[in-house]
């Protein structure tokens, strides 16, 4: 794909970076508005497609067209609104790209395969009024402004993940989650489906993995403090899909032109199967039981931690080899994608460093450390996926002690694994925490769900992130995801919450060139989407529009420095208690915070008199605080 953006940029020159005044995300390669009055989508509107597989892309079009239109549609072979799969593929756009036009009279979707015509229909839906999302018919006027779009994706890989063992989310929320996704154009949704907290996968030959592992007792509120499970208490916080389920979504994905990457996470992280199966580890401790989000860990700082339960499988026990052969059998079976997620991360070696099997073993296989103990465990799991006709890919923790010969990595731990692996010619996935971990704080934290997180990931940090590190074949960065983890996300409103408006602008990182990055014109873009959100019903964070307070000291007088994200807001602030409105004292420089304990500084922002985002009240102590956070 990189060689088809270099050779789009030979022949269209400086015309492929896109106008920066359309509200598509992600942003397409080459986007001109044309001087033709819009076409008019009105009731005698026919869809048509050239073949089968337009016509199955036409009609996944004509039913998002009906509902808010009330507009009904019989596909055909032509219509004014015409998808067709080329006869001869056009060099410029590959498997995913399209073009677009729209005239006065007729809108034409071209594509060589139907996974293009499927992304030109999502960028039509959104040259359409925002009522389009509605679930309802409406009055709107259903205008698209005449335009001509070539597009395509910068990378192949283009994903997000959604962590279900934590907290269970399901399948209609999947599905809901799945058809946002789609919207966007990302093309791998990667499902977390086995952790400490439950295994939520069905594995017809091992029945305890759900019948156990599927169910914990209940717990509610702050997670992480939460008490253990008491001798006698019932599990019955349960969830799991049945392989009935995995099909339907996976085929519910597949019909959206999104692969599902299963991760069954190995050999840390396995309190869940423990609790199912005790002989799979060290200790065989048969009072082991699923995580409620209590503490089972001590973190030291720096990726240091110690396990106060052992949730690791045992590399020295062939048991642990034929149930993991046991699980990918019937997970490979599921699903067509060609890679699995085997996990590989966050494993602690204790209870391996004191075992004598495992001392045994590594004596015999001559492996200096623990690190090689995990080496030689995940080249045997790659083996066991192989054997199933699929490759294997993990966290970049799969790269200490030795990678894999045939494995990909996915990079969390920033960049380094990434660049390492690419060096050594293996894939990767580019998934660093500081830029695209979406469960990370986004905003203010005094005004956020989450006021406890390890470390924050704003909106324009995230925009900021370029998969292709410097000196590195690009032809080894597949492309990237973003990953939501639940541990603080009970439900499927919270789970939209942290992923929007991130997940748009980390769409435009994978789809988009490199050189169309415009904060700006993002914001603007993403203002639209929110919009269009409100309509569909769909949750987003507006973090980016809250003020951002820090502090600073001037011949010893503190002061409040008060910034946005998103440029063009006015901001307002008070201190006397008083809620501050477009009438209060606008923020002009620092503001001076008088003494005095019960001091209170409250901060919100407006664009064009309208509150933006959400008011910031913010103590005296606090900004003191900050000073010292700022300026060490």
């Known amino acids: 794909m990189q060689k088809l953006v270099i050779l789009f940029v030979l022949v269209f020159g400086s015309s492929m970076l896109p106008a920066q005044n359309n509200n598509i995300i992600p942003q397409p390669a ?22 089968a597989e337009a016509q199955k892309v036409a009609r996944m079009l004509a039913d998002q067209i009906s509902r808010p239109t009330g507009f009904r549609f019989t596909i055909r072979k032509t219509g004014a609104i015409q998808l067709t799969i080329n006869a001869v593929a056009d060099p410029i756009i590959g498997d995913e790209g399209y073009t677009l036009n729209v005239t006065t009279s007729a809108i034409k979707i071209n594509a060589n395969k139907a996974a293009g015509l499927f992304y030109g229909a999502q960028t039509l839906l959104q040259l359409l009024p925002p009522e389009i999302e509605s679930k309802e018919a409406t009055s709107a006027k259903w205008s698209i402004p005449a335009c001509a779009v070539t597009d395509f994706p910068r990378f192949g890989w283009r994903g997000l993940m959604l962590d279900v063992s934590r907290h269970f989310f399901p399948k209609e929320d999947v599905k809901r989650y799945i058809d946002r996704m789609a919207r966007y154009k990302y093309n791998v949704f ?13 594995i017809k030959s091992l029945p305890k993995l759900t019948e156990v592992g599927a169910c914990r007792v209940p717990r509610y509120g702050k997670w992480g403090v939460h008490d253990a499970p008491k001798e006698g208490e019932a599990a019955t ?26 991760e069954i996470d190995v050999p840390g992280h396995n309190s869940a199967a423990v609790a199912s199966y005790p002989e799979l580890c060290c200790t065989q401790d048969p009072s082991i039981k699923v995580s409620p989000g209590c503490k089972i860990a001590e973190w030291y ?17 062939e048991q642990v080899y034929s149930f993991l052969d046991k699980v990918f059998t019937e997970v490979a079976a599921l699903f067509p994608f060609g890679y699995i997620h085997s996990g590989g991360d966050e494993c602690y070696h204790g209870y391996w460093e004191n075992d004598p099997d495992c001392k045994a073993l590594m004596a015999k296989e001559g492996l200096k450390t623990s690190h090689e103990l995990q080496s030689y465990f995940t080249k045997r799991v790659e083996k ?3 054997s199933k006709g699929k490759k294997m890919i993990g966290w970049d923790e799969i790269l200490e002690g030795g990678l894999a010969p045939d494995a990909a990595v996915m990079s969390w731990r920033g960049l380094e694994g990434g660049i390492e692996a690419a060096k050594l010619g293996h894939y990767v996935v580019m998934s660093p925490n500081d830029y695209v971990y979406i469960d990370l704080l986004q ?16 909106l324009q940090k995230a925009y900021s992130f370029e998969p292709v590190p410097e000196g590195i ?12 983890w639940t541990e603080k996300v009970p439900t499927i409103r919270q789970a939209e919450y942290m992923t929007y408006p991130r997940a748009w602008a980390i769409a435009d990182l994978y789809w988009s060139p490199k050189e169309a990055r415009n904060w700006d014109a993002f914001t603007r873009r993403m203002e639209n989407h929110m919009e269009r959100s409100d309509v569909a019903g769909i949750n987003y964070a507006r973090s980016a529009f809250d003020p951002i307070v820090t502090g600073s000291m001037v011949d010893g007088k503190l002061y409040a420095n008060i910034a946005t994200e998103v440029n063009g807001l006015d901001i307002y602030y008070t201190l006397d208690e008083s809620i501050p409105d477009k009438y209060s004292p606008k923020y002009t420089g620092p503001v001076a915070i008088p003494e005095g304990k019960a001091v209170t500084l409250k901060v919100a922002t407006f664009h064009n008199g309208k509150s933006s985002g959400k008011m910031v009240p913010i103590s005296r102590d606090e900004i003191v605080k900050r000073v010292k956070k700022v300026n060490p």
């Open 473 to 484: 074949d690009p032809k080894y960065i597949l492309g990237g995801q973003a990953n939501l």
């Open 384 to 386: 066991i996926i192989q």
């Open 190 to 202: 990667h499902w977390h489906l086995t952790d400490d907290e439950g295994w939520r996968i069905e």
């Open 301 to 317: 700082g720096n990726g240091q931690f110690k396990m106060l339960v052992d949730n690791t499988l045992d590399p020295s026990s």
């Open 30 to 51: 080459s986007f001109t508005y044309t001087r033709s009055l819009p076409f008019k989508l009105n009731v005698g509107t026919t869809i048509g497609g050239n073949n």
């Open 237 to 262: 916080d349960c969830g799991y899909y049945t392989q009935e389920d995995i099909k339907e979504i996976v085929a519910y994905a597949a019909e959206r032109h999104i692969q599902v990457l299963p």
């Open 443 to 458: 905003g203010e934290p005094l005004v956020e769900p989450d006021q406890t997180s390890y470390k924050s990931v704003r």
